[in-house]
């Protein structure tokens, strides 16, 4: 599904409603924003992410979102370069 919003002079951008819907995003709810390789990312932020991670304690949740998505990325590459080399 793609979706456009204009963002406004303050930078700020409308979520539409059925993806509010979808993913359960409240007013108060945040998101976090992601630079990748693809473009921007955006995740709603939830207080689990990162958790079971050999990541210390004082690490923010958004550095733990990061780590979380560089190990994802690692182990998609590994699984490709498996299958590639069979």
């Known amino acids: 599904m793609s979706k456009s919003t204009r963002v406004t002079e303050k930078g700020q951008a409308t979520i539409p ?11 108060g ?9 693809d473009g921007i990312v955006v995740r709603k932020r939830t207080r689990t992410a990162g958790r079971g ?3 210390p304690d004082d690490v ?3 550095q733990r ?3 979380a ?14 299958y590639e080399e069979d």
Do not use: A, F, H, I
């Not at 998505?69 to 498996?82: A, F």
């Open 17 to 27: 409603k059925d993806l509010r819907e979808k993913y359960d995003l409240e007013p």
């Open 29 to 37: 709810d945040e998101v976090v924003w992601m630079d990748t390789e």
């Open 53 to 55: 991670l050999l990541v």
């Open 60 to 62: 923010s949740d958004v």
């Open 65 to 67: 979102e990061e780590v």
């Open 69 to 82: 998505e560089e190990l994802s990325r690692r182990v998609r590459d590994r699984r490709d370069r498996n």
